[in-house]
């Protein structure tokens, strides 16, 4: 069975940091790029970062460009999003998902079931 799960989410103060991980399990992360999305109250989802599985190759949102920062660890099966410098607009609930393929170019596969971040002072 495949599975996401996502954690690390919780309440911090702007200009505070969290990291969230996505576990994967059912399947291995290695042949897969991996996405982070998120969604406001409101609003619409809208991507957040992506890794690539073939060289690391990263992409990000501009909103988030140079305060968050994905990365990917196979022996693990999991990913991550290090997020810094946060903002009250970052509030949302964040997703992770598996692309069909290697680059960040394939279609979605599966999806986490997400995990809150509130930022709040």
């Known amino acids: 069975q495949v599975q996401l799960v996502e954690s690390g989410g919780g309440l911090v103060q702007p200009g505070g940091s969290l990291r969230l991980s996505c576990a994967a399990s059912g399947f291995t992360l290695d042949y897969y790029a991996m996405s982070w999305f998120r969604q406001a109250p409101g609003k619409e989802r809208e991507g957040v970062s992506c890794?690539?599985?073939?060289?690391?190759?990263?992409r990000y949102a501009d909103s988030v460009k140079g305060r968050f920062t994905i990365s990917r660890d196979n022996a693990k099966n999991t990913v991550y999003l290090e997020m810094n410098s946060l903002k009250p607009e970052d509030t949302a609930v964040y997703y992770c998902a598996a692309r069909s393929g290697k680059s960040c170019l394939y279609d979605l596969s599966y999806w986490g079931q997400g995990t809150q971040v509130t930022v709040s002072s």
């Open positions: 890794i690539s599985s073939t060289d690391g190759t990263t």
